[in-house]
């Protein structure tokens, strides 16, 4: 084992990006309940008891679960991005079960990171690093990374979707249109890794072996889903292209976490299609190649989740 330390990766931080996506395409309870157990483990013993932040990146904890502090210009720093994954993963944790737990855990730490990592006067944008003491002061140079950005600005849209508080929604414009302004290459291309606090690009490469599209294409998917269910509230058209598939094979559609929104029609290669359960957001297909579904998404009744 190259790494054997307690880190965001192998807690909260593939939680959230992995595994509550796998389970939503899968229903496999086990997985779903794996998720549940490495969150609660980094409530239990990743938590900084002084100051509320998660640790596991920059700073990590020993097999043995030694904390280990990282330093900038001689300060000890947490990492915004890390607490805007932890968060992200507790309130989707929520989505998927309704647990008390998570959803307080959830608001608190989103409400935190916000309050000392967002930069609100200088346009929106979310910076990499900040002091973990009082009064949590901005660290290093004043940058803005673009996964970070990305997680700021899904962090809004959940935080509104759980508590309907309209504020929150504001925080989502500012954030969204400071990376419609500064983060995408508007002559080239895709988008910057790092720009400064006013948008001034910093680092330019737009691939290298920790950047890749996945995180933009996440961003103008997800945010188009839940703008379009929870804050326009229309139905919303997936369309998915399966390579090959088997008679009366189930495939689930969702790509949210919400369970009151529903299949409201399907059509398999421009024709209607009766074979799908609504409620479970599943279909049956039929046996061919490059099949071309396209899935109509209702808007969901529920104002605060209770579990699927």
Same mark, same amino acid.
């Given at each position: 084992?190259?790494?054997? /330390?307690? /880190?965001?990766?192998?807690?909260?931080?593939?939680?959230?990006?992995?595994?509550?996506?796998?389970?939503?395409?899968?229903?496999?309870?086990?997985?779903? +309940?794996?998720?549940?157990?490495?969150?609660?483990?980094?409530?239990?013993?990743?938590?900084?008891?002084?100051?509320?932040?998660?640790?596991?990146? %920059?700073?990590?904890? /020993?097999?043995?679960?030694?904390?280990? %502090?990282?330093?900038?210009?001689?300060? =000890?720093?947490?990492?915004?991005?890390? #607490?805007?994954?932890?968060?992200?993963?507790?309130?989707?944790?929520?989505?998927?079960?309704? *647990?008390?737990?998570? @959803?307080?855990?959830?608001?608190?730490?989103?409400? #935190?990171?916000?309050?000392?990592?967002?930069?609100?006067?200088?346009?929106?944008?979310?910076?990499?690093?900040?002091?973990?003491?009082?009064?949590?002061?901005?660290?290093?140079?004043? $940058?803005? /990374? &673009?996964?970070?950005?990305?997680?700021?600005?899904?962090?809004?849209?959940?935080?509104?979707?759980?508590?309907? $508080?309209?504020?929150?929604?504001?925080?989502?414009?500012?954030?969204?249109?400071?990376?419609?302004?500064?983060?995408?290459?508007?002559?080239?291309?895709?988008?910057?890794?790092?720009? +400064?606090?006013?948008?001034?690009?910093?680092?330019?490469?737009?691939?290298?072996?920790? *950047?890749?599209?996945?995180?933009?294409?996440?961003?103008?998917?997800?945010?188009?889903?839940?703008?379009?269910?929870?804050?326009?509230? #229309?139905?919303? *058209?997936?369309?998915? @292209?399966?390579?090959?598939?088997?008679?009366?094979?189930?495939?689930?559609?969702?790509?949210?976490?919400?369970?009151?929104? #529903?299949?409201?029609?399907?059509?398999?290669?421009?024709?209607? &299609?009766?074979?799908? $359960?609504?409620?479970?957001?599943?279909?049956?297909?039929?046996?061919?190649?490059?099949? *071309?579904? =396209?899935?109509?998404?209702?808007?969901?009744?529920?104002?605060?989740?209770?579990?699927?």
């Amino acid at each position: 084992m190259r790494d054997p /330390s307690k /880190s965001k990766h192998s807690h909260y931080g593939y939680t959230s990006s992995l595994l509550i996506n796998l389970s939503m395409f899968t229903r496999d309870p086990e997985i779903l +309940s794996f998720a549940e157990e490495l969150v609660e483990i980094s409530m239990e013993r990743m938590t900084d008891r002084d100051y509320g932040w998660l640790f596991g990146f %920059p700073a990590a904890e /020993s097999r043995d679960w030694t904390y280990i %502090p990282a330093f900038v210009d001689g300060k =000890e720093i947490i990492s915004a991005g890390a #607490q805007l994954t932890a968060a992200l993963s507790f309130l989707r944790l929520y989505e998927l079960t309704g *647990k008390e737990m998570y @959803r307080e855990r959830g608001v608190a730490l989103g409400e #935190q990171v916000r309050r000392f990592a967002w930069d609100s006067d200088l346009g929106g944008g979310w910076h990499d690093l900040i002091e973990r003491a009082s009064p949590h002061s901005f660290v290093g140079p004043r $940058n803005v /990374s &673009w996964w970070i950005q990305c997680y700021g600005d899904f962090l809004q849209l959940h935080l509104y979707i759980i508590t309907r $508080n309209r504020q929150y929604l504001d925080y989502f414009q500012k954030t969204a249109a400071f990376w419609n302004e500064h983060f995408i290459d508007r002559k080239y291309g895709g988008v910057f890794q790092t720009v +400064s606090h006013d948008g001034s690009p910093v680092e330019m490469n737009k691939a290298l072996p920790w *950047k890749a599209a996945y995180h933009e294409m996440e961003h103008g998917l997800l945010n188009y889903i839940y703008l379009r269910l929870y804050v326009e509230k #229309q139905p919303l *058209k997936l369309y998915l @292209r399966l390579r090959e598939t088997k008679a009366n094979t189930k495939h689930f559609v969702s790509l949210i976490e919400d369970s009151s929104v #529903q299949v409201e029609s399907v059509k398999i290669n421009g024709k209607p &299609w009766a074979a799908f $359960n609504a409620r479970e957001r599943s279909v049956l297909l039929p046996e061919g190649k490059n099949l *071309k579904l =396209e899935v109509t998404l209702a808007p969901g009744s529920r104002d605060i989740p209770s579990g699927r």
